[in-house]
């Protein structure tokens, strides 16, 4: 089915007609698209809302047609109103709509509500492109008038961090990842080998203990030996004179 052809069912869709016999521009062709609001101030990183409507300026308007174009601006989300018919619902990633408006409408609609997120400090906008508004039949027009806004940076007092610089410093690099695993290995390497060694010294320190415990016992057991020996000299020398 050819963009001819789906225009054609979303205009009899909507305006409950069995034919659309012709197509053409109309004389008074002042319709248009328009994004609301159409300036506004924010910070960098902040994230607002707009929406997209049809200002029918007393003509007709059955249904229409565009793809949004966002500038500076990540887009969160796109909402179709619940009064109106999408024949293609315009998503974050593939902005094309095809809308159209049951009974048609000659005052101005609201289309569509947007959530975007504001970029770096520079101006912003949301602006439509492939714009046609149909009547009945007819093309209405294509102009369109978009969004314009000013981000400004971040402000930054001294000593506190921007979302971004936090949110840096929490994440970790592999690098950074693996040589701090390295310096918690190494540390319990370096637990290791001075329970390992105070071990040893307390070993050694204990055997030296015995050792000498028992040097002192031999020494002792000499010592009463000798002393035994001799008392038993001594007193056979005096039984013998």
Request: with cysteine; glycine share 8%.
């Amino acid at each position: 089915m050819n963009m001819k052809n789906i225009k054609t069912k979303i205009i009899l869709s909507a305006i409950f007609l069995s034919v659309v016999s012709f197509s053409g521009v109309a004389n008074a062709a002042s319709a248009s698209l328009y994004v609301s609001p159409a300036s506004i101030t924010k910070t960098a990183g902040n994230i607002f809302d707009a929406s997209v409507g049809v200002n029918a300026s007393g003509n007709k308007v059955c249904a229409i047609e565009g793809t949004l174009v966002f500038n500076n601006l990540t887009c969160q989300s796109i909402t179709v109103a619940s009064d109106v018919m999408a024949q293609s619902s315009p998503t974050c990633s593939n902005p094309y709509f095809l809308i159209g408006i049951p009974n048609c409408t000659i005052s101005d609609k609201a289309l569509l509500t947007l959530s975007v997120k504001a970029g770096t400090a520079a101006t912003a906008s949301i602006n439509a492109t492939g714009v046609d508004i149909i009547g009945e039949g007819i093309s209405l027009g294509s102009a369109s008038i978009g969004g314009s806004y000013t981000i400004n940076a971040v402000i930054v007092t001294p000593g506190q961090e921007t979302p971004q610089q936090i949110a840096q410093s929490e994440q970790e690099t592999p690098q950074q990842i693996a040589q701090s695993e390295q310096e918690t290995q190494d540390v319990e390497t370096s637990v290791q080998s001075e329970t390992a060694e105070n071990s040893l010294i307390n070993n050694g320190q204990a055997s030296l203990v015995n050792a000498g415990l028992n040097n002192g016992y031999l020494w002792m057991g000499l010592i009463i030996i000798i002393l035994g020996l001799g008392y038993y000299f001594i007193k056979k020398r005096k039984k013998q004179k």
